[in-house]
């Protein structure tokens, strides 16, 4: 059984190459994509600075805003209303108005204080909430050094002691994301390749239905009958083979995010720290993909028939189970709904062992629960093959 099944496998090399190719090149593609996601120090608000006032303090404000890696300085300069309109409907997010007179009344409570702040339309709340946050903590230093320096003469250093002091906080905040060293940061590859690994491991429900159907149209799966096997022991046989294609093909992707994907100047992707964790996450993967393959392979009459419905399956799991969309990008609702998809249990358990630093124990639910859904569609399609023989279907 397994001698004819690994025969039919390599007989059709197409299928093979869209196996282990199409997952590497998705892998390559999404991690080059989401690089800009992942990494802190991308620009993602575009802004521009209208200085009518021409002073130390404006350049200081202008300065600031400069060094702040979130924000990108708009290219054009803005010489009037109209082309400052222009400019908030195609890509630009604010612009920020010092007006004059403004550093000499920077202490004081009067209106000529106040910056002005033009915001393009589809600006979301929260990167206005970033933007004027940032302009006022810029203020509110610069504010506090004017005050000390108007200070200095009744205490004298006060002004370089509070400097010392300011530096200090800066250096006082360690990042520490969950799972990972500190000052270490998640990356578009530890995202791009476990996606792209569950994608690809379903993906055996095209060849896998299509062998099976053909046998059946063959009558090679009656022949079988006839030779007293068993239908345990034809669907092992089936088992078998596309499970060590499904290893085969983790250990391909986990080798294309180390080797190759920095090659192509994104982050290598790391392991974490349990092995035996992703051969647990896989092995239970491996088994809900080839239950789901069987069970369209025995429900179905033609190959047309389970690769389009093979191939909608893979589809809608992927989008619903985080696959095609990072559920960090989903509302809560979809969030939410993304666990009826086994996709999604494989996803979080690679994740657990990629991002997170888990181990075997943490990733356990996750496998013993793509592993019971495996082993319960494997039982239906027993059924369903059994009851379409005796019918002779």
Excluded: C
Excluded at 226 to 240: D, T
């Amino acid at each position: 059984m397994l001698k004819k099944e690994f025969t039919l496998i390599l007989r059709d090399k197409h299928a093979l190459a869209a196996l282990f190719i199409m997952p590497s090149i998705f892998i390559l593609i999404m991690s080059m994509a989401l690089k800009d996601t992942f990494n802190s120090e991308r620009a993602f608000i575009h802004y521009t600075l209208i200085d009518q006032d021409q002073t130390v303090i404006s350049k200081k404000i202008a300065s600031s805003l400069k060094s702040n890696k979130t924000l990108l300085l708009y290219d054009e300069i803005i010489t009037g209303q109209e082309q400052l309109q222009q400019a908030l409907n195609s890509g630009l997010h604010f612009a920020l108005t010092i007006p004059s007179g403004y550093s000499d009344k920077l202490t004081e409570d009067t209106s000529d204080r106040i910056l002005h702040l033009d915001v393009a339309s589809d600006v979301k709340r929260d990167m206005l909430s970033l933007f004027r946050g940032e302009l006022t903590r810029i203020t509110m230093q610069l504010r506090i050094q004017e005050m000390l320096r108007q200070l200095e003469p009744m205490l004298p250093g006060i002004t370089e002691e509070s400097e010392v002091a300011m530096q200090s906080m800066k250096s006082r905040v360690e990042v520490h994301f969950n799972g990972l060293k500190p000052d270490q940061h998640p990356t578009s590859t530890q995202q791009s390749v476990p996606s792209w690994i569950v994608f690809g491991m379903f993906f055996i429900i095209i060849p896998m239905s299509t062998i099976f159907i053909n046998e059946r149209k063959q009558n090679t799966l009656m022949r079988m009958q006839a030779m007293n096997v068993s239908i345990p022991v034809l669907f092992i046989g089936k088992i078998v083979p596309y499970m060590l294609i499904n290893q085969i093909q983790v250990w391909l992707m986990i080798g294309v995010g180390i080797f190759i994907v920095p090659l192509l100047g994104a982050d290598a992707l790391t392991l974490g720290n349990s092995v035996f964790g992703l051969f647990m996450v896989s092995t239970g993967l491996s088994l809900a993909a080839i239950g789901t393959s069987i069970i369209i392979a025995v429900s179905v009459n033609t190959v047309e028939q389970a690769t389009t419905i093979g191939g909608i399956s893979n589809i809608l799991f992927g989008a619903i189970g985080g696959v095609m969309v990072p559920k960090f990008f989903m509302p809560q609702s979809m969030q939410t709904l993304s666990n009826i998809s086994p996709m999604s249990w494989g996803l979080e358990g690679f994740l657990d062992v990629f991002l997170r630093g888990s181990g075997a124990r943490a990733v356990l639910p996750e496998s013993l629960a793509l592993a019971g859904f495996g082993i319960i569609l494997l039982l239906v399609a027993w059924g369903v093959f059994s009851r379409r023989t005796r019918n002779g279907l």
